[in-house]
């Protein structure tokens, strides 16, 4: 049988109802002299065509600064960048850093926030519209940042969208 509203979609007497993820915040092209800006406000220095952050002296798990997202995460125009580094030297066993930067409209960049773990946006907002972020890694029960206007700071620990 075919569902009621597939069947007066075939006859053409209503449209289908998909579901539809809300878009992904607006992302940004970056040209080179944005990349070094931005890395450059994160505390990196170019070396040998790499970006390095921290003073991992070579060691194998080393994976230089890259840029891992560009998007306007608290929705004012202009972007934010996540920029990421590996190593287990520099952060433990969770084995990566993130820097997270953002550029002023007057093209300016500065830090937000940084240290070691991998960053993911959540829906649930602070000051300015900015978006809480949880900071993950090995085990469980991660902390939950949230901007105050000024930083980000510890808002709450969560597990799978849970208090912990």
């Known amino acids: 049988m075919i569902a009621p509203s597939l069947a007066l979609a075939a006859a053409g007497l209503c449209a289908p109802v998909l579901a539809v993820e809300p878009p992904p915040p607006e992302t940004f092209p970056m040209e080179p002299a944005d990349d070094a800006a931005a890395f450059a406000a994160a505390g990196f220095k170019l070396a040998g065509g790499e970006w390095h952050g921290c003073d991992d002296p070579g060691s194998a798990s ?5 840029i891992e997202q560009v998007a306007d995460l608290n929705g004012d125009g202009q972007p934010e960048v996540v920029i990421t580094e590996g190593s287990t030297f520099c952060f433990g066993m969770t084995g990566m850093g993130y820097s997270l930067v953002s550029r002023n409209a007057a093209g300016q960049w500065k ?8 960053v993911r946006f959540l829906d649930t907002k ?6 809480d972020m949880e900071v993950g890694g090995p085990g469980f029960c991660f902390p939950v940042l949230r901007w105050n206007g000024t930083a980000y700071v510890l808002n709450r620990q969560e597990y799978e969208g849970k208090p912990c």
Do not use: E, K, T, V
Request: aromatic content about 10%; glycine content about 26%; hydrophobic content about 30%.
């Open 111 to 118: 830090l937000l926030s940084d240290g070691p773990g991998i």
């Open 62 to 66: 080393y994976i230089p600064g890259q």
């Open 126 to 131: 602070g000051a300015g519209n900015w978006p």
